[in-house]
């Protein structure tokens, strides 16, 4: 069946440090690919998607690129803050009867120091 | 436009009672998804509704739990005889159509004591 696969963390870094988390995923389809982001407590927020290969999703400087030849989808970030502080999933959407679920990844904690 | 409500956030009940959980959607959104987030796991797909209709219940239990949504009211996860495995964060979303992205709630987290 179709799933996901992230780095194992937690992953720490300094502030300003350059962050990549690994994704890589198997699927039957032409799946849509997300990431996601989770504050402590809360629920999950959408950060950025693709729809299709070689689309680039964005938002808030951080930015993944859909990657059908090695089935990836790595999650950067050129200069990260403390308030990046979070979990962060993998997800690609999967069919069910009439509609899509999202397949989530095991998640990576990330902490950024000052 | 207050986004996907859940209540209550945190829900403690001793094994064997019964848990449920309430999801209102957003305005306008009559598609109802539960996922279940195990600690230290990500969310796992557990049914699919919407308005009076179980669409996909794939990754429901198939003992003890329970969904509907029905014409009037939230959407309601019923756990019976809860046990220490139930232990996790539930999440709904919502969206307006099957095509659409989903918009999720914050969660109920249950803790069977």
């Known amino acids: 069946g179709d799933s996901v696969t992230q780095m194992e963390g937690p992953v720490t870094l300094s502030e300003e440090a350059f962050l990549t988390i690994n994704c890589t995923y198997t699927a039957t389809g032409y799946p849509s690919l997300f990431w996601y982001v989770q504050y402590p407590g809360e629920g999950l927020q959408l950060l950025l998607k693709?729809?299709?290969?070689?689309d680039k999703g964005s938002n808030k400087g951080f930015e993944a690129t859909y990657r059908k030849e090695t089935t990836s989808f790595h999650l950067e970030k050129g200069s990260v803050q403390v308030s990046d502080s979070a979990v962060y999933f993998c997800a690609l959407s999967a069919p069910i009867q009439g509609a899509q679920k999202l397949v989530f990844g095991q998640g990576t904690r990330l902490t950024i120091n000052p | 436009n207050a986004g996907v409500m859940q209540n209550p956030r945190h829900l403690v009940r001793r094994r064997g009672q019964e848990a449920r959980l309430r999801c209102s959607p957003m305005k306008g959104h009559s598609h109802v998804y539960w996922y279940r987030q195990l600690p230290e796991e990500g969310l796992k797909f557990m049914v699919y509704?919407?308005?009076?209709?179980?669409?996909?219940e794939s990754g429901m239990p198939k003992e003890r739990f329970s969904a509907e949504f029905p014409k009037e009211g939230p959407s309601i996860l019923r756990i019976q005889q809860v046990v220490r495995g139930d232990s996790a964060a539930y999440f709904c979303?919502?969206?307006?159509?099957?095509?659409?992205?989903?918009?999720f709630g914050s969660g109920t987290r249950l803790t069977v004591v």
């Open positions: 979303a919502s969206s307006p159509d099957r095509d659409s992205g989903y918009t």
């Open positions: 509704l919407q308005k009076e209709n179980i669409i996909d």
């Open positions: 693709a729809t299709k290969a070689d």
